[in-house]
C-alpha cells in the first residue's frame, strides 16, 4: 500500500517561496502520476499541477509561472514561488498508475495527509 507523505508546509510572506515534498516509505514515486491540490477554508479542492510517469506536466492557469512540479530521487517536489494569500491552502499530493500523455488523471489512487501553506504578512 503506497503511503504518501507531504512535507515542507508553514508560514511565508507574500512573495515568497516554499518547496513542498511528497514521498512514500519505500517506494519509488517515479512511476507514478502525481498531482498535487490544495483546498482552502471554505471552498472546494483544486488540482494545481500534475506530472505524468512520463515526467509531462501540466499547470492549473492559477499557478502557472509560479509553481513548477519537479522528480527528484523517488520523490516529487512542488516548488512555489510569488506566493499570494490566495495560495493559502492544505496542500495534498495523490498518486496513481496513469499513462496519459495530456492533461491530468481524472481520479488518484493513493492521497496524503496533507501540509498547511499559510502566506500572511
Known amino acids: 500500500q503506497l503511503q504518501l507523505v507531504e512535507s515542507g508546509g508553514g508560514l511565508v510572506e507574500p512573495g515568497g517561496s516554499l518547496r513542498l515534498s511528497c514521498a512514500a516509505s519505500g517506494f519509488t514515486l517515479d512511476v507514478y502520476a502525481i498531482g498535487w491540490f490544495r483546498q482552502a477554508p471554505g471552498k472546494e479542492r483544486e488540482e494545481v499541477l500534475c506530472i505524468s510517469s512520463s515526467d509531462l506536466t501540466f499547470y492549473a492557469e492559477s499557478v502557472k509561472g509560479r509553481f513548477t512540479i519537479s522528480r527528484e530521487k523517488g520523490t516529487v517536489n512542488l516548488q512555489m514561488n510569488s506566493l499570494k494569500p490566495e495560495d493559502t491552502a492544505a496542500y495534498y499530493c495523490?498518486?496513481?498508475?496513469?499513462?496519459?500523455?495530456?492533461?491530468?488523471?481524472?481520479?488518484?489512487?493513493?492521497w496524503g495527509q496533507g501540509t498547511q501553506v499559510t502566506v500572511s504578512s
Open positions: 495523490a498518486a496513481t498508475d496513469w499513462l496519459g500523455l495530456a492533461g491530468c488523471p481524472l481520479s488518484y489512487d493513493y
